[in-house]
């Protein structure tokens, strides 16, 4: 069984840092990508920021220069790192695996349950 836990969410200032990591475990087989996605109040999920397996990285234009997407293949773990935040950042953060638990099925979408965080002064 494939597991996506996110933490790291909570209270940040406006202007401050937050760093958010996502861990994927259980039965993996590869992993082609991992991505954080994030939803407020009343709003459509938007895709924040997606890192893939070869590195490559993409950003919401909301977020660019702000926010950074890193990995760690030997942990199957990828972080945001969240600087400068302000107030419309706040909202539930999901991580995301794109992956296989065995060559015998193709690639798909593993969600975890999601972390809030709060900016606010």
């Known amino acids: 069984q494939v597991q996506v836990v996110e933490s790291g969410g909570g209270l940040v200032q406006p202007g401050g840092s937050l760093r958010l990591p996502c861990a994927v475990s259980g039965r993996i087989s590869s992993i082609y990508g991992m991505a954080w996605s994030r939803q407020a109040p009343g709003k459509q999920r938007e895709l924040v920021a997606s890192?893939?397996?070869?590195?490559?990285?993409k950003y919401a234009d909301t977020v660019k220069g702000r926010f950074t997407i890193s990995g760690d293949d030997t942990k199957k773990t990828v972080y945001l790192q969240m600087n400068n935040p302000k107030p419309e950042d706040a909202a539930v953060y999901y991580c995301h695996a794109e992956l296989r638990y065995c060559d015998c099925v193709i690639p798909d979408d593993y969600w975890g349950q999601g972390t809030q965080v709060t900016v606010s002064s």
């Open positions: 890192i893939k397996s070869s590195g490559s990285t």
